[in-house]
């Protein structure tokens, strides 16, 4: 018996050596093998089918430079995730460099994935999915059928325009309709937030329950920069006591612990968002964030569920595999 495959009788070997040569190395057409080799096409045909049976054609996929299929699996396999995309950053680089290609990852996977009939949920006042809005290219077609605020948009005027400039922007490109929610993400008590959700925002709450993609930053218990300008971030005192609770992230200014957990309480009661309830409701939920400073919080919001997909760069992604359960999460 040959080597690494069910070896036939040697002529046989050498007819289907041959063919799949002629096929696969040199490009001949099934139809001039068969001149050449005075037999029929539906023969050269059944050969290189049983070229591929016994193991003298294998095919292999080569993985383009740049790209981690093997890592993304992993990641997929380890947390139970939908998708999983990894982007290529320098170890050293710095944040903006970071976030620059994590928004040119997470556009291509947009503009690869979308079909035209999603209803898209966008967090407010992230800079990785304002990178992520830079980098797209206008649809020819339309990609979505609504793009709507999952967070209270409005805050100080000297950075409103970043909001705005993010959902408007995303419904420009996918041709989509834009749905602003007109109000700040955190509001002074649980009856202010009630009456505006119930009031003037009623018909956004609908929406939210309609969605079938949301796309989310994921925000670490340290407000960004942006964030802390916008005038929707906790105050020093508040951010220390979600940490003293366990705190790790945030997505939409719910939560979290390092587990997943919610961290529920007079904060969350205070805040203009999707509910966690009709988040988790949605069937696609992309998280797009990286860097270090971020590891707790995207481990957290994997672990918990609270994103189903997730866009990273490249050391984020291996410190995730370092620290994953041996069984996909449940």
């Given at each position: 018996?040959a080597?690494?495959?069910?070896?036939?009788?040697?002529?046989?070997?050498?007819?289907?050596?041959?063919?799949?040569?002629?096929?696969?190395?040199?490009?001949?057409?099934?139809?001039?093998?068969?001149a050449?080799?005075?037999?029929s096409?539906?023969?050269?045909?059944?050969?290189?089918?049983?070229?591929?049976d016994?193991?003298i054609?294998?095919?292999t996929v080569?993985?383009?430079?740049?790209?981690?299929?093997?890592?993304?699996?992993?990641?997929?396999q380890?947390?139970?995730?939908?998708?999983?995309?990894?982007?290529?950053?320098?170890p050293?680089?710095?944040?903006?460099?970071?976030?620059?290609a994590?928004?040119?990852?997470?556009?291509?996977?947009?503009?690869?994935?979308?079909?035209g009939?999603?209803?898209?949920?966008?967090?407010?006042?992230?800079?990785t999915?304002?990178?992520?809005?830079?980098?797209?290219?206008?649809f020819?077609?339309?990609?979505?059928?609504?793009?709507?605020?999952?967070?209270?948009?409005?805050?100080?005027?000297?950075?409103?325009?970043?909001s705005?400039r993010?959902?408007g922007?995303?419904?420009r490109?996918?041709?989509?309709?834009?749905?602003?929610?007109?109000?700040?993400?955190?509001?002074?008590?649980p009856?202010i937030?009630?009456s505006?959700?119930e009031?003037?925002?009623?018909e956004?709450?609908l929406?939210?329950?309609?969605?079938?993609?949301?796309?989310m930053?994921?925000?670490?218990?340290?407000?960004s920069?942006?964030?802390?300008?916008?005038?929707?971030?906790?105050?020093?005192?508040?951010t220390?006591?979600?940490?003293d609770?366990?705190?790790?992230?945030?997505?939409c200014?719910?939560?979290?612990?390092?587990?997943?957990?919610p961290?529920?309480?007079?904060?969350?009661?205070r805040?203009?968002?999707?509910?966690?309830?009709?988040?988790?409701?949605?069937?696609?939920?992309?998280?797009?964030?990286?860097?270090?400073?971020?590891l707790?919080?995207?481990?957290g919001?994997?672990?918990?569920?609270?994103?189903?997909?997730?866009?990273t760069?490249?050391?984020?992604?291996e410190?995730?595999?370092?620290?994953?359960?041996?069984?996909p999460v449940g």
């Amino acid at each position: 018996m040959a080597q690494g495959y069910a070896r036939p009788l040697d002529g046989q070997v050498r007819l289907l050596t041959k063919v799949a040569r002629m096929y696969h190395e040199r490009g001949v057409r099934q139809a001039d093998i068969a001149a050449a080799l005075n037999i029929s096409q539906a023969k050269v045909s059944r050969l290189l089918k049983r070229a591929a049976d016994v193991g003298i054609v294998r095919t292999t996929v080569t993985v383009a430079p740049g790209l981690y299929a093997d890592l993304e699996e992993k990641l997929e396999q380890r947390y139970g995730l939908a998708e999983a995309v990894v982007v290529d950053v320098s170890p050293d680089a710095e944040d903006a460099e970071t976030i620059a290609a994590i928004g040119a990852g997470a556009a291509a996977y947009l503009e690869a994935t979308l079909a035209g009939a999603d209803r898209i949920g966008i967090s407010s006042w992230s800079q990785t999915l304002l990178a992520m809005v830079d980098r797209m290219r206008p649809f020819t077609v339309r990609g979505a059928a609504d793009v709507v605020q999952l967070l209270g948009g409005v805050g100080v005027a000297e950075v409103q325009s970043h909001s705005n400039r993010l959902l408007g922007e995303l419904a420009r490109m996918l041709g989509a309709e834009a749905v602003y929610v007109q109000a700040p993400g955190v509001v002074a008590g649980p009856e202010i937030r009630d009456s505006i959700l119930e009031g003037a925002l009623g018909e956004v709450t609908l929406r939210w329950r309609e969605l079938t993609m949301a796309i989310m930053g994921i925000g670490s218990v340290e407000p960004s920069d942006l964030l802390a300008s916008s005038g929707n971030a906790f105050s020093v005192a508040e951010t220390a006591s979600l940490i003293d609770e366990g705190a790790v992230g945030d997505i939409c200014h719910r939560i979290f612990r390092a587990d997943g957990s919610p961290v529920l309480g007079a904060l969350d009661d205070r805040i203009i968002a999707i509910p966690a309830v009709d988040l988790r409701r949605i069937p696609r939920r992309v998280g797009v964030a990286g860097g270090m400073r971020k590891l707790e919080a995207i481990h957290g919001a994997i672990t918990g569920g609270w994103v189903n997909a997730l866009v990273t760069d490249l050391r984020t992604a291996e410190a995730l595999i370092d620290r994953a359960p041996d069984a996909p999460v449940g």
